[in-house]
């Protein structure tokens, strides 16, 4: 069976209102933010799966699906760099964990949208 993200392109244009991520990229994207939600959730979603989920985690995981999208498109160059930290000249950058940045499993949230997510329940360590 194939793999269905949590959200579809129709969703993020009309209900969620997106625009960054170019239609031509969207599936991927999205799809591809929906595995990550899947990996820091420890795949409760898939376990459970989505129309099993309350009304209250379905709508927050859509959100968050359409939120963590938009980054990864924003950020894939800093994102997919293996580097960290560079310094150039007097000039750094730095990529990690940071006060707004939150890693775990390999994956990128912004903290604030990881913070979103965890009101699913679905993000803990122990089962609920």
Known sequence: MAYIPY?????????YKGRTVPEDELERVL?????????L????????GFSNLTEFQQEVIQEVVCLQADFEHENA???????SSYSINGVSA?????????????VAMKRDVYAQLSQTGLCCRLAR
């Open 94 to 106: 730095q990529f990690g964990s940071s006060w707004n940045v939150f890693m775990d499993k390999g």
């Open 41 to 48: 959730t420890y795949n409760r979603i898939v376990g459970r």
């Open 77 to 83: 160059d800093e994102i997919n760099t293996i580097l």
């Open 7 to 15: 959200v579809t392109p129709d969703y993020y244009k009309e209900t």
């Open 31 to 39: 799809r591809q933010a929906s595995r990550h939600i899947d990996s």
